[in-house]
C-alpha cells in the first residue's frame, strides 16, 4: 500500500522548477528550498490533532483551535535537508531539532550515518523527517529506523522529490510513516538520481558541485 501524498499546490510546483533548473545558483537554491520547506512542513502536518482552547479575543470569549500536544521535533537529514529545515523553522520556531548526518556512497548507494543528534522527546512529540531527496530511499529507510530506534513514534516524512524506488521502498520498510512529496519523478538513472530531478541536492544547496 502506498505511503505518498503528492502536494497540490500551484505555489509548490512554481518553486519546484526553479530548484530544478540548471542555471538556479547556489544561493537562489537555499532560499527557495526553505520556501518550499515552509510550505511542506505546513502541509505534512495539516492533520495534528487540535484541542479547543477558552481564550478571549478583544471583542469575546470564544472557544479556539489549538493544537493538543506539544510541537513535532524537526529532523534533518544533513546535508541536504538543513535547506528544508530553515523554512520548516520559520513555521515551527518552538519546535525542537534533531540532525542525523549519512552520506550515500555513489558506487553501492548504500548510506553511511556520521551523525546523531537528537532530541530526547520524540516519543512524547513525533517527528518530522526532511530531506529533499528520496532516490533509492536508503537515506530515509536508515534514518526513520534510527528515529525509531531513539524512541520516535508518530513519524511522518517530507521531500520534494520522490522516485517510484523509493516511495516504494519506504511504504515496505515503513508502513506506518506517512510521506508527502512536492512531486512524484519518473525514475532513477544507472547512477541512482533521479531523472528529470533537479541533480545533486546537497551540492546545489552547498557550492559544492565538482
Ligand atoms: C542525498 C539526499 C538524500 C539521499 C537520497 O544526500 O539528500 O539524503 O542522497 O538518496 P537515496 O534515497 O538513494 O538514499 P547525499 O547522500 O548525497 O548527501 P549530501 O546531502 O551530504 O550531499
Ligand atoms: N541524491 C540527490 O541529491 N539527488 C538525486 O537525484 C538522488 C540522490
Not at 547556489?26 to 520556501?35: G, P, Y
Not at 523527517?129 to 516524512?157: H, N
Not at 519506504?170 to 506506518?176: I, M, Q
Request: net charge neutral; glycine share 10%.
Amino acid at each position: 500500500m502506498s505511503t505518498l501524498r503528492v502536494a497540490r499546490h500551484a505555489l509548490l510546483r512554481h518553486k519546484l522548477t526553479r530548484l530544478r533548473m540548471r542555471e538556479t545558483d547556489s544561493a537562489t537554491f537555499r532560499r527557495v528550498l526553505a520556501e518550499i520547506g515552509a510550505i511542506l512542513t505546513a502541509e505534512a502536518l495539516r492533520d495534528l490533532p487540535e484541542q479547543p482552547r477558552l481564550i478571549d479575543t478583544p471583542m469575546a470569549r470564544m472557544q479556539a483551535p489549538a493544537l493538543a500536544g506539544p510541537e513535532p521535533c524537526l529532523v534533518a537529514i544533513l546535508r541536504a535537508g538543513l535547506g528544508l529545515l530553515e523554512g520548516a523553522g520559520w513555521v515551527l520556531p518552538e519546535a525542537p531539532i534533531g540532525h542525523l548526518g549519512l552520506v550515500r556512497n555513489e558506487a553501492t548507494l548504500q548510506p553511511t550515518e556520521y551523525v546523531v543528534r537528537l532530541p530526547h522527546d520524540l516519543a512524547q512529540r513525533g517527528a518530522l523527517l526532511l530531506d529533499p531527496m528520496l532516490a533509492t530511499g536508503g537515506s530515509a529507510c536508515a534514518a526513520i529506523a534510527r528515529l525509531k530506534a531513539s524512541g520516535a513514534t508518530a513519524i511522518r516524512f517530507a521531500c520534494v522529490l520522490a522516485a517510484p524506488e523509493g516511495a516504494a521502498r519506504l511504504a515496505a520498510e515503513h508502513p506506518d510513516v506517512p510521506v508527502l512529496t512536492a512531486a512524484l519523478d519518473e525514475r532513477l538513472d544507472a547512477r541512482g538520481y533521479i531523472v528529470p530531478g533537479l541533480g545533486d541536492a546537497g551540492d546545489r544547496c552547498f557550492g559544492t558541485a565538482g
